[in-house]
């Protein structure tokens, strides 16, 4: 049985009891090193998962007889690990554990309904800006390539300086925090972050 389980955006605390239950009854963990860290007593196989997706395929191929879970950051079906495991096992051999995504932590957190709302990624991905700014609610999963001060400039040069950002910095976590800005004073780097984006605050 293959399990991929969202942790939410941070460690175990945002985890529901079954994402937890599934954990207990695993032969195998696979995740990020952060991920793995958070289960120091498992006694099973760990498998770290980075940019060796095609190996760590493999590996898991290997155990398909064993309980395996794959440990996933917010939800795994929101720009997730889950799709990329789904695609290559088949749905009806992959079983989904959902989390809190990083986007419904973000909302709650700074009492933004999600009615209504574009959700997008720019995590290993290339973005439109155009339909990005042609949107009245925006929320976005970023990655270093593309963050907060990168979305601005180009919704400034469409535009769209007047509108405001949500920025969630290192969400869930002690150094957490959340900046409310207009796009047009967003300047600086953050550091791991999901911004909101809102045509009025």
């Known amino acids: 049985m293959l399990t991929v389980v969202g942790m939410g955006p941070a460690g175990m ?17 696979v995740g990020g090193t952060r991920h793995l860290a958070q289960f120091p007593d498992f006694t099973g196989e760990r498998c ?7 190996q760590v395929l493999t590996w898991i191929s290997q155990r398909a007889t064993q309980n ?4 996933a950051s917010g939800d795994p079906l929101f720009y997730g690990i889950g799709t990329r495991l789904i ?5 009806e051999n992959v079983q989904v554990v959902p989390g809190v995504s990083a986007v419904q932590y973000l909302c709650a957190r700074a009492g933004i309904d999600m009615n209504d709302m574009w959700l997008t990624s720019s995590h290993g991905r290339d973005v439109c800006f155009d339909t990005l700014a042609a949107h009245r609610k925006v929320a976005m999963v970023t990655d270093k390539r593309c963050g907060p001060k990168e979305i601005a400039a180009a919704l400034v040069a469409r535009g769209k300086g007047h509108r405001w950002m949500v920025i ?16 047009s004073a967003v300047h600086n780097d953050y550091e791991m972050n999901t911004v909101v984006i809102l045509d009025e605050r």
């Open 13 to 29: 605390q945002l985890m529901t009891p079954l994402a937890q239950a599934a954990v207990a009854r695993a032969d195998a963990l």
């Open 48 to 54: 770290p998962l980075g940019a060796n997706i095609a």
């Open 168 to 183: 969630g910095e290192n969400l869930a976590l002690d150094n957490e925090r959340i900046h409310w800005l207009p796009v």
């Open 87 to 91: 695609a290559h096992f088949g749905r």
């Open 68 to 71: 395996v879970v794959v440990l």
